[in-house]
């Protein structure tokens, strides 16, 4: 059987989608013959060219990787990369991913969603995947808007946006995605944004060599329905007064001239300026294996535009990123187990069932 | 006193008691001695929704009826000949099912006053004379029980759990059956567990020289072994059988398969059936809802694997909008819908034929899907085998229409050998390389089916979608012509599958004439029954049933045509008839039983006659 002497292969790490060095591929090769049609100046775009940039990197054939994408603007991502795709069901990428990759560990699946698809409709498979912590990439577009549907505001929209459905302002209070990624046991969380491509690329490839579930956020612009919406860590200006940018092994030190720094007070995270009382030592180290503190710094989340007092600058990069067991792993294994103890597997056995009488 | 020694041709057994008194378990062993024993036979277990409703409660009683004989046997039977009532709850629940003159062995520490209040009785039935019209036996079981356990050292619990195999032993001797299949199954069941074993062999023994000892019974009844079809059998229920067409499936083509599931009742064996059989290189995914069941099996399927999802009505609604997604990109995927009462939640351990319609019509857009139905519960092997079977070689989503009857009753089964499996022919693209024509995922063969396409196979790199695709390319097209196109398209290729499917054929006899009976599905052993007890009566009836629905077999719209009427028996408000009607034209007339249970054979053959009545009049 060609498949299941493929799966072999890479279990026995035979395989192993190695590509040959003859067939090493640039960023081309990942752009698919279809016309993209998001809006002009969509945050979508550079996603987009940071995945197909990213792709010859990670040593991969062609072949052996798949998106799956849900419904929304974000789901049309599939179709513009020149690999395996689908374009599925709303909200419903993450199963039909984890379906994939169980029976097919050899793939490299990545799932392309937004805030509606995985929050609102798909939420249940989002959190089921992160505590199954299936071996894949996830990479949630988040522009705080639907925009496929033209303007509504979406479960991670601030109360009181005013949109096409809340035109009172909406009343609901909004998911903070990383934190209910670590609430959902997940084991690798990160976030990055559009207009910071370099860093973007960066996340997608540790994205990549983290196994489980790695779970990226990425603020993306969407300028025709909630232009500017993370304006405040965008825009050159404010973004190195409103955004921390985190590094394993590094104090957390931001501001334009580096004045400024978190350090933890007990449990407590304050900002404090690095101006004579505090210096560098006094201040947090980022460890990204230490939940505790991956929980803390995914509630660096007030909006900056009605904060009062001091705010904590938004993190980007790696929160979190620990080795769990993987469920795809644990299937094979345990398949595997199955095999080695039930041995050779006798149809007709099965077949004939316990008991048999004859009849003449 | 003298036993007399009678021959009878059937007899139908019920056994009712607390659904905590093992009467599931009961039946089965009788069963299977009976089976070994080779008398032909059906089986209808009943039991509550509820885990353990209130013990001694009318809802909380569990019952299992075996019918069994020398002839024929394709029901459980209409009456009873014998209930076993194990308490007041019990007798109340199935008196009504005993036939007048039948026999009722009551264990009479169940007609306490607590379980007499329990059952709602205001007098105990035993002492008012209301059983008359029956013969009744009043056995202490409960005492007799603990008298054989006596020095063994057991649990008050223990000893209550055995009580029921006093029971099977007495009617083991009522009906002459031997002990040692049951002896082996306990000594194997509790193997680690010597003493209770060694219990309840005790209590089965004591219950069979009760019988022989007690002088109170009169009788003993023969059955002997009925006129099979020569060859090996087995005993199998209708979901065991699923399972193994599955795994026969799987096997015969070649591929891994996944079932994604999420439980439900009637379906839930199917998942624990296939969990069991990784070795045969099956992954068995308990998924979070309904949704991502059948999702993780696109996934898979997408992947190569045979997808598979179970689940039973209410499930399967939450499923329409990813079979839709399989249609349009036109994958394999089967679909298992054990069938129970609804709609909404329903009646869940009740059986119904309610989801023909669902399957046929139950998603947004023209989105045809094949539809298959097994008609015994070992028929569901063949079916299950051929849900997989038009899936893989016809690249889309088949429904596989099952029931709570089919998927709990049991029959003696001629099971096949491996050597006597189709294979199953699975066309994976092949890989290509840059000289080679461009690769187009939509290009179509003869039969109008699209190759497999599968990740991980180079050069054929591709994206598939929910979104309307260019015939051919597959690329996303909102064009006017291509959309018509396509939806005909899809559905040519379902309809084509009659081309791959065996012709009707007429069950029982003339293939012209007056009636034609068209059944589906479960009540097939019914409807023969009943068409043959009509024809020995001297009626010009025919009996049609359908395995295969959608596409229906080729020859069935001329078949109809030669019958002046058709009538078709229904556990549903009527929709095979109203399909029928639809695609031929055909006055068919319906005949509809939604009571949650299924057609008696006396009750569907008067409402044959009815029909007919009606029908000639007219």
Same mark, same amino acid.
């Given at each position: ?233 965008? *825009? ?104 080695? !103890? ?19 | ?15 009712? =008691? ?19 024993? =080779? ?72 007609? *306490? ?26 056995? *202490? ?89 020569? =060859? ?120 119904? !034929? ?49 029931? =709570? ?78 959309? !018509? ?134």
């Amino acid at each position: 059987m060609a498949l299941q002497t493929k799966i072999d292969e890479f279990l026995n790490g035979s395989g192993n989608g190695e590509i040959a060095e003859a067939a090493a591929y640039s960023a081309k090769d990942f752009s698919s013959d279809q016309d993209v049609r998001w809006c002009p100046g969509c945050g979508d775009y550079t996603i987009l060219k940071q995945a197909q940039n990213v792709m010859p990197d990670l040593g991969l054939a062609k072949e052996d990787i798949v998106f799956i994408s849900g419904i929304g603007c974000a789901a049309r991502f599939p179709y513009y990369m020149d690999t395996f795709g689908m374009h599925s069901i709303h909200g419903r990428a993450p199963a039909i991913a984890t379906g994939l990759k169980v029976s097919r560990p050899d793939l490299s699946v990545w799932i392309i969603t937004g805030d509606g698809d995985s929050l609102s409709i798909g939420a249940n498979h989002f959190v089921q995947l992160l505590r199954r912590n299936v071996n894949v990439n996830l990479m949630l577009f988040n522009n705080q808007i639907y925009g496929l549907t033209k303007g509504q505001y979406s479960p991670t929209a601030p109360e009181g946006t005013i949109s096409k459905s809340t035109p009172f302002g909406s009343l609901d209070h909004p998911f903070n995605p990383l934190a209910l990624s670590l609430g959902a046991e997940g084991a690798f969380v990160a976030r990055a944004m559009d207009r910071d491509p370099k860093h973007l690329k960066q996340m997608m490839l540790r994205t990549h060599q983290h196994k489980g579930t790695s779970m990226l956020e990425i603020y993306q612009n969407c300028i025709v329905f909630n232009d500017g919406a993370f304006e405040l860590f965008t *825009d050159k200006k404010s973004r190195p007064r409103e955004t921390i940018y985190l590094e394993q092994g590094e104090p957390l030190i931001f501001g334009a001239d580096k004045d400024k720094g978190v350090r933890l007070d007990g449990l407590k995270p304050e900002v404090v300026e690095l101006n004579g009382k505090y210096s560098e030592e006094d201040l947090w180290v980022h460890d990204e294996t230490d939940s505790t503190k991956a929980h803390l710094l995914s509630r660096f989340f007030e909006h900056p535009a009605r904060g009062s007092g001091l705010l904590f600058p938004r993190p980007f990069g790696v929160l979190y990123a620990v080795d769990r067991p993987c469920y795809d792993e644990m299937v094979t294994t345990q398949n595997q187990q199955a095999m080695e !103890q039930l041995g050779e597997p006798d149809l007709d056995a099965l077949l004939r069932g316990p008991e048999t009488w004859e009849v003449k | 006193m003298s036993i007399k020694d009678q021959e009878r041709e059937e007899v139908t057994i019920r056994f009712a =008691g607390d659904s905590g008194d093992g009467m599931q378990l009961t039946g089965l062993l009788f069963t299977n001695t009976t089976a070994l024993l =080779g008398n032909d036979l059906r089986t209808l277990p009943e039991f509550p929704a509820e885990i353990r409703a209130p013990a001694g409660t009318v809802p909380g009683v569990s019952s299992f009826q075996l019918h069994f004989g020398s002839k024929e046997i394709m029901t459980p039977g209409d009456d009873c000949d014998v209930l076993v009532a194990m308490n007041s709850a019990a007798l109340k629940a199935n008196l009504a099912l005993l036939r007048k003159g039948g026999v009722i062995i009551v264990n009479t520490a169940g007609f *306490d006053k607590k379980n007499l209040n329990l059952a709602k009785y205001d007098e105990n039935p035993l002492e008012n004379n209301s059983l008359a019209d029956y013969t009744v036996f009043e056995v *202490d079981v409960t005492k007799f029980t603990k008298e054989s356990l006596k020095g063994m050292d057991l649990s008050y619990k223990d000893e209550e759990r055995s009580k029921n195999m006093f029971v099977l032993g007495l009617l083991y001797w009522m009906y002459n059956r031997p002990l040692d299949s049951t002896i082996d199954f306990l000594e194997g069941k509790f193997a680690k567990k010597p003493t209770i074993a060694e219990a309840n062999i005790k209590v089965l023994k004591a219950g069979y020289h009760f019988g022989e000892t007690a002088e109170v019974f009169t009788s003993r009844f023969t059955i002997k072994e009925a006129a099979l079809e020569p =060859g090996t059998y087995r005993s199998t229920v209708g979901n065991d059988a699923t399972v193994l067409g599955l795994v026969a499936a799987a096997r015969q083509s070649n591929l891994p398969l996944f079932l994604g599931s999420y439980p439900i009742t009637p379906a839930s064996d199917v998942l624990h059936g296939l969990s069991k059989y990784k070795h045969f290189g099956i992954t068995t995914f308990q998924a979070e809802d309904e949704i991502a069941a059948v999702s993780s099996a696109i996934g898979a399927a997408f992947g190569g694997s045979l997808g598979v999802t179970s689940s039973s009505g209410p499930g399967v609604v939450l499923k329409g909008e990813a079979i839709g997604l399989a249609v349009m990109l036109e994958l394999p995927l089967v679909v298992l819908n054990i069938q129970r009462a609804g709609p909404s939640t329903g009646m869940p351990t009740k059986i119904e !034929q309610s989801d023909l319609m669902q399957a046929v019509y139950g998603r947004n857009g023209e989105s045809p899907v094949a539809i298959v139905a097994p008609r015994s519960p070992a028929d569901c092997f063949d079916m299950a085998f051929e849900a997989c079977r038009i899936s893989l070689e016809h690249m889309i989503p088949v429904m596989y229409l099952s029931d =709570g009857y089919l998927a709990n009753g049991s029959e003696p089964w001629k099971y096949p050998q491996t050597s006597d499996l189709k294979k199953i022919d699975v066309r994976f693209e092949q890989p290509r390389n840059g000289e080679d024509e461009p690769f187009l995922p939509y290009l179509r063969d003869d039969r109008h089916v699209r190759t497999w396409a599968i990740p991980g196979t180079a050069g054929i790199e591709h994206r598939v979608g929910g979104l309307e695709k260019e015939d051919g390319t597959g690329n996303i097209s909102y064009e006017a012509e291509n959309h !018509q196109k396509m939806v005909k398209l899809r559905k040519a290729k379902r309809d084509k599958i009659a081309d791959f499917i065996p012709l009707q054929d007429v069950d029982q006899g003339n293939e012209k004439g007056e009636i034609a009976i068209l059944g589906w599905g479960s009540t097939y052993g019914a409807i023969r029954t009943a068409v043959f007890a009509l024809r020995k009566e001297g009626h010009d009836v025919s009996h049609i049933h359908l395995r295969y629905i959608s596409p229906f077999p080729r020859n069935l719209e001329t078949l109809l045509n030669n019958f002046e009427h058709v009538i078709v028996p229904e556990l549903n408000d009527g929709q095979l008839v109203r399909l029928i009607r639809d695609q031929y034209l055909i006055p068919a007339r319906a005949i509809n039983k939604i009571k949650g249970s299924p057609f008696g054979v006396e009750e569907l053959k008067q409402e044959i006659l009815r029909t007919i009545e009606t029908e000639t009049l007219a």
